[in-house]
């Protein structure tokens, strides 16, 4: 009589075999979706977390159609129990069915987020790389400007330190360029700028580093360069911007001041600039349009040249 109460223990709980397939087809879910999640690259992975789930599906609905069948062949099971069994192992593989729907589409999403974030990665990277060559630009020119020239000279000093290969430091001043932008404008002045930009730019070699240095002075750095050279080179850049046909007709030279290591100062990047303003400044007051090399400049022959400039001039 208390059997009839509380019941077959029996038919009350499921049999261990269903409860173990039950398990394992639901514990399929988690290698399951971790599989789909995974990047493409990791492909391996993904590869077995897939064949994990599959194979726990694959037992676990083997041992539920055993269950199935053990039940039904007991001569205590009703056909109610059968058909409630049957109805609960259809709603999970339904279940199942809708969630591996959510999952993959979720994997779907999250494929397309990683895409859309590498374009937008690409994109922030470029633009930074731009800002940065703006950063290093002369707007009127286009030539670098006189913070990256300051940051390769320094290279340049730093490797003729370490090899001891030759490095030069042109510096050039526009003659009478005050009196363009003064009497013709700064659109004029601007264009004759750029003139002068591309005539440095045709004639220098790829790897030596050209900007525009400040207001109409310009500064040239010759890698593996020797004094001489340099001095060719300043010579043929004079020469060509005095014959040159700026567009407001007017004739426009340089002076033109050069130092060179090992030649001129100790190796370091203010002295090589220092020795090629004071060549620079030399070439001024010497009567313009003229390259001045440091070595013929030097500080103890600075005075000689200046008093001789001035009875020049007088």
Known sequence: MSRGLSGDPEQAAPPAGARAGLALALGALLPLAAGLLLPADRVAWRDALLVVAAAAILV?????WRARGARASRPSLAAGDAAAGAEAVSGLMASFSR??????QQAAEISQFATRLDTAYSELQFANERLKEYSFKDEVTGLYNRRFFTIRLEEEVSRY???????SVVLLDLDGFKAINDELGHAAGDETLRDMAE????????????CRYGGDEFAVLLVETSKDGTRLYADRIRHVLSTHPFAHGRRLTASIGIASLPEDVTPGADD?????????YAAKRAGKNRVSVYEDVAPSRVPERAGSARTEQG
Not at 161 to 167: A, G, L, M, T
């Open 60 to 64: 676990g609905s083997l041992l539920l």
């Open 99 to 104: 969630t591996l729907g959510t999952i993959e």
């Open 161 to 167: 330190r370490r090899f001891n290969h030759p490095v």
């Open 199 to 210: 005539i440095l730019m045709r004639y220098s070699r790829g790897i030596n580093v050209i």
């Open 272 to 280: 090589l600039i220092r020795a090629a303003d004071e060549a620079l």
